[in-house]
Structures are given as structure tokens and as C-alpha cells.
């Protein structure tokens, strides 16, 4: 599949679902929604398993993740409920379990579970998870939204709004510019992260020289084809910074 049309549909198809998140723990609550909120998908919420059957039958998520330990019911009696609708049958879902509980996972994999975490889960892991479970290409790192200085090096034009980046993460980035370079060119890029130059050699993986991109503007998403060990764990480190700011569960 032509990797532009890939990225428009992935792009839609994520806008146009919402996954259900399902937890008695309040802040436990707040922390996956808002992790969630920050990797790019629409949310709802529900403190008990009632609430959350109301909830899908206002409208059909797209992925379930339920914590196991439920006020008024288990989290796979809940599921088992909601599948036994024919609206429900094939939706993912994704299990939270408690430090300690072992067979919590042994049961939400054998009625279908995507993946069993334990709780407070790591944002890489629930990235991934929600990924795989939701995504036609999943990606493997977090791509966070944010903005930049970034030079390169060796565009021929001097087009200042390629200076900056409205996606990043440790892998590549979409870069914004009215003139992006063709597809498959290698860019030389520095990128400057609060201070730190992180030198990149990239190559153009899509260009939308109008309207598109994820960003609905004109630009080109790039993949490091080269980056120095120390510099992707910076960006790393950055990204979990962003996407964890102020959202740190009480009992992490």
C-alpha cells in the first residue's frame, strides 16, 4: 500500500474511534485517560462496570482496557457481558491488573485479551499496546505532538517553516514545510532539544506538498536512518517527560 494513503487512513481511522477505559481507582483513572489523550485517541471514562455498559451502548469503542479489580464487578465478567452483544463481539480489549495477581493475566488471555498489564503501567507499554490492538501499522515508539527548532542542512531552499517539527519521536518526525523535499531524499537535520543539537541523517518517507499530513498541512515525514545512541535516548527520555507531565499515579 502506497505509504501517503496508509498514513492518511491510519490517521482517520484514529480520529474517528475512542476507546472506553474502565477503573474504580480514580487516579489510576485519570492517569491511563490522559496518557491516552496525549498519544492522539479520544477517550471516555467509567468508575464501574454499570457506568461502562451505559457508556458502549452510547456509542461503540473501539478498544476496551478494563482494570480486573472492579467496585461492582470483575473487569472479564464485564467484558464477557458487553461480548455477548453482536455490536460488541469483536472489539479488542486490554486488561489492568494489580502488582501480584497472576492469574488475572492467565484468564484475560485465554477469554481474548490483547495484552494484561500491570497497573500503573509504563506509557511505552501501554503506547505499544494500544497500538497493536487498534492500529493497521503500529508503531513501536510514542510519537508525541510538539514543537521544535529544527535545521536542515541540506534543503535547497531556504523555506523557514521547516524550522520546525509538529511530531516527534525516537524513530522520526513529521516536519512542516511548503516546499518538503520528494519522497525517498536523505536529510541531513539538527534538531534542538531545549539546548541540545541532536544531530539525524533522515530520509523522506511521505510529502504532502498541500494540505495533509497528520497535521492537515503541507510537510514530509521523515525516518532516522542514522542516530547516535545517546541522542535517541535523549529524545526518549523527552517524549515520556511531555507525555507523563503532572499525570504520575499516587501509588507509581
Known sequence: MDHQKTERTSLYVRKNRYVLVVDSDAHLLFYTTTLLKRFGYETSSAGIAKEAVYMASMAVPSLIITALDLKDMYGLDLIQHLKKGQAFSDIPFITLRRQGDISGEKRSLELGASECLYQPVAPERLYIAVQTATEIRPRKSIRLKTTLPVRVTNMPHNDIESTTTL??????????????????????????????????????????????????????????????????????????????????????
Not at 511548503?178 to 523522506?204: C, K, T
Not at 523527552?238 to 499515579?249: M, N, W
Request: no cysteine.
Open 167 to 252: 511530531d516527534l519521536s525516537e524513530g522520526g518526525m513529521f516536519l512542516r514545510s511548503s516546499e518538503p523535499a520528494e519522497v525517498n531524499a536523505r536529510l541531513s537535520i539538527q534538531i534542538n532539544l531545549h539546548g541540545e543539537i541532536i544531530p539525524v541523517d533522515a530520509v523522506v518517507v511521505y510529502s504532502y506538498k498541500i494540505a495533509g499530513g497528520p497535521h492537515l498541512q503541507p510537510g514530509m515525514g521523515l525516518e532516522f536512518v542514522h542516530i547516535e545512541p545517546r541522542s535517541q535516548e535523549l529524545i526518549r527520555r523527552f517524549v515520556r517527560s511531555e507525555v507523563t507531565q503532572g499525570i504520575v499515579p499516587m501509588n507509581a
